[in-house]
């Protein structure tokens, strides 16, 4: 079946660190990823995404590349800083008889101080 | 362009009663989606709409349901509530059309059960 795993939180690190946020996924067929981020309070924002093998996403100083080989689409910034303090969740886009599905990982809590 | 709006965005209701929410998609998108967010269980898929037809259907009883209007706005009804319905509620939209589908989130709908 389709399932997402997201490394479990929180993870807490202080401003200008280095930020992974591993993501792998099970899936049948050429599913598309996407990263999502919750702000307290909000809904869901897209953050990026990649339809395709090799692709990598990138917004905000956030990036992600599609891995086939190794099922990833990990999270990565190179300098974070307090107003990215959220929650990120890794997506599975799967498109099957002729609709779309959404199946989202548990969420990974990210607080970054000063 | 306007993002997709939610209505109302917090309620609070007793054990029993039923209530309706309300959801405005993205401008030309034919699809919407809806999700329950708890704590306990995460994102989990309800139903998904296009074109005034559902169809989609997530593992949720049938007190839960849901309709969608020639204008492509969409409402989810549930029906003698429970404690446990008390939940973030969000709706998405997108073109729902094509295997690279994006879906975009609306702010939620807070919902208090007593």
């Known amino acids: 079946g389709n399932s997402v795993t997201q490394m479990e939180g929180p993870v807490t690190l202080s401003e200008e660190a280095f930020l992974t946020i591993n993501c792998t996924y099970t899936?049948?067929?050429?599913?598309?990823l996407f990263w999502y981020v919750q702000y307290p309070g909000e809904g869901l924002q897209l953050l990026l995404k990649?339809?395709?093998?090799?692709d990598k996403g990138s917004n905000k100083g956030f990036e992600a590349t599609y891995r086939k080989e190794t099922t990833s689409f990990h999270l990565e910034k190179g300098s974070v800083q307090v107003s990215d303090s959220a929650v990120y969740f890794c997506a599975l886009g799967v498109f099957s008889g002729g609709y779309n599905k959404l199946i989202f990982g548990a969420g990974t809590r990210l607080a970054v101080h000063p | 362009k306007a993002g997709v709006t939610q209505t109302p965005r917090y309620l609070i209701k007793t054990r029993g009663q039923q209530v309706t929410l309300s959801c405005s998609p993205i401008s030309g998108h034919r699809s919407v989606s809806w999700y329950q967010q708890t704590p306990g269980q995460g994102l989990q898929f309800l139903f998904e709409y296009f074109s005034e037809t559902q169809r989609n259907k997530g593992n949720f009883p049938g007190r839960f349901s849901g309709r969608q209007f020639s204008n492509s706005r969409s409402e989810m009804n549930v029906s003698t509530l429970e404690l446990g319905d008390s939940a973030l509620y969000l709706c998405a939209s997108s073109l729902g059309t094509a295997g690279t589908d994006t879906q975009y989130f609306g702010p939620g709908t807070r919902l208090t059960v007593l």
């Open positions: 990649a339809t395709k093998a090799d």
């Open positions: 899936a049948t067929g050429y599913p598309s």
